[in-house]
């Protein structure tokens, strides 16, 4: 089973702080991808990276960076956290290629509270 | 304009009927991939199933089918015999070829679903 890990479930942080969000993928996937997802919005793409130390900003990428050093980890940070990246943060990962049915698998999810 | 439109925020199905999840989808692209996915209060995002622009069926797995109308551009989501574990937040969402990469996902804003006894 294609297992997607996620270094936390709830974190609480406080403005102005670096906030790290792991996660890890277990089946040698190429993509990794990180989301946050807020009531009425559904998922926006803040982040993915298609290669090691490869990336490409998604939809909402101010704010965030990420770090892909290894094939299994990708990371989020928050430079400097503020209230309005409270949300659900949730990570996937996926074969690459064109092939339009390679589903992407996520992670639980990391509920992050900002104060 | 939203790529992905799910209209219906709160959905209520009572146990062992069948439920319809609407999603429409907006592209200029001829080659493209439809998923369905379902998130429990857990959290986690659960792949359902999954309609591609060329396939000529529609796409069932289990309890799950995908009525898929290409020329509206919709991609429904059915679920027969609902059961009290279907109570979810149901997304659906759209893989094309313009995204730059095959591998990005856009989904909609969701529907959740309450079944009840």
Known sequence: ?115 | AQKITQTQPGMFVQEKEAVTLDCTYDTSDQSYGLFWYKQPSSGEMIFLIYQGSYDEQNATEGRYSLNFQKARKSANLVISASQLGDSAMYFCAMRERRTGTASKLTFGTGTRLQVTL
């Not at chain 1, 479930?9 to 989301?35: A, I, P, S």
């Not at chain 1, 949730?90 to 049915?101: D, K, M, P, Q």
């Open chain 1, 1 to 115: 089973d294609v297992k997607v890990t996620q270094s936390s479930r709830y974190l609480v942080k406080r403005t102005g702080e670096k906030v790290f969000l792991e996660c890890v993928q277990d089946m040698d996937h190429e993509n990794m991808f990180w989301y946050r997802q807020d009531p009425g919005l559904g998922l926006r793409l803040i982040y993915f990276s298609y290669d090691v130390k490869m990336k490409e900003k998604g939809d909402i990428p101010e704010g965030y960076s990420v770090s892909r050093e290894k094939k299994e980890r990708f990371s989020l940070i928050l430079e400097s956290a503020s209230t309005n990246q409270t949300s659900m943060y949730l990570c996937a990962s996926s074969f690459t290629g064109a092939a339009y049915y390679n589903e992407q698998f996520f992670g639980p999810g990391t509920r992050l509270t900002v104060l």
